[in-house]
């Protein structure tokens, strides 16, 4: 990592985004990337549904939580990273729309525990809809083999 | 739904999860339906990894989250349908392995709100590794308008 | 219920605070009830610590809920009670102060179904300082036995 | 703290479980402290309550709480210390009975984070009747100043 990457977040998180394969396999795109905030978008696609034809939960708390720990990525040195000890997920409303916004934003900040908020909203012709809601809890992790970036 | 039909929640169960396209798109099998009890299977694929290479915590989520909705429906009317409310994941172990083992136990059961608790576990060659918990709160729904089976 | 009473959940929300006994129990006041806000404040007391002398986890969830549950109650028909069916609290600060204040919020109403957000601070000459984070899940109850009010 | 005291979890554990006021405000005392499993038992008390004449949800969540830090405790070095980071509480049973037994259990040991799962129970002239349950996630504190014991 050179010199003049230190400390440029953004680009570590774009870094990282990108490394996340699972995000690539939802049709996530990483598309806001500020000091505490994180937001991820995602078209609709049939193969992210459950049986009742709407966005399945556990594709929604993947967006969540990939938000919510980049978000956390944005507080911490280059050489560490990121792991979710737990987050709880709020199903609101059907995710059901066009397309659906996932924030994340730094809620606690700390040297070993963050915590974050997250916010999904599904959006169509009108105005974005609130569809679930996720707290998740971080550790910041350093020097542990196998877990870096 | 014809009369000896009713009250078959297996085949309920496994018609519902071929229709949770999600399901297909993680490459997950239901392996094992009982009475409060549903169990998920799923190989590792890079395509579900985040950035450290491990599966995904909203992959996890997806698997334990239909695990827990299914062990639900096994204890529910043929023309009632279940939603999940809220979960809470914790992430003990990174998920690494050959494969993936998620069980879905009913905790509580109830008319109208049903909690249950998921375990998942990594497989490869030795013993089966506890990778994560869910505990979720489900309703059962009856007669919405697009919320059946 | 006169019918003057009627839609008066301020009044509603008053009296069942007030039959809270645990509330009293821990010391805790009602200091502000608007439509979908609710704040409780509680002074320090040693009575209420856990072993390193600061307030225990458990009052300090005492008084989320009771604050999210609240605010819950003034989105509701007089003759509906609120009972709480889960909620996730996240300890961010130890709880060392003068006092604390407990804020519920309504994130999302609903006719059964309705989830608020509550935040803990403890105050002393500073600025109040985030201790701790609530998400609840509500159930508006119609008609059971023994839950009225 | 002497030679012969070290690794005797138990006496640690009363010892705080003692120093713990908010248990003593609400009745509770500590009735079982194994390797991991930790019971603490209530008293029905009508100071306790919420509204509806039952147990208020966060004297549950306190009793559930402490049983699993405690459980916790069981783990660590005498000179180690246990603080609840975050946990979810479901309610499933209005806590109405004589007395109520709260079990916490270790799910996930760990160096510096513990997972723990509580259970909460009715108890009167029949069975034990299931309340409550909590999932918690205990940190391992070493060296902080204040927060010893």
Redesign the interface.
Known sequence: MSETDRGDFRARIRR??A????????GAALTRVEHGVVEIELPFD????????IL????I??????ACGFAAYSLIDPEA?I????????????GRGERFLFRGEI??PGS??I?A?GRGYAISDGPAK?IA?M?G?M?VIRGRE????
């Open positions: 990282n985004f490394r996340q394969a699972a995000m690539q396999t939802i049939v193969k992210l549904t459950q049986q009742h034809g399945h939960a556990g594709i708390s993947a967006a969540l939580d990939s990273s792991l979710t000890i737990e987050f709880k997920v709020n199903l609101m409303s059907p809620t606690k070993t525990i915590v908020d609130l809601s707290t809890t550790m196998g877990i870096t970036g």
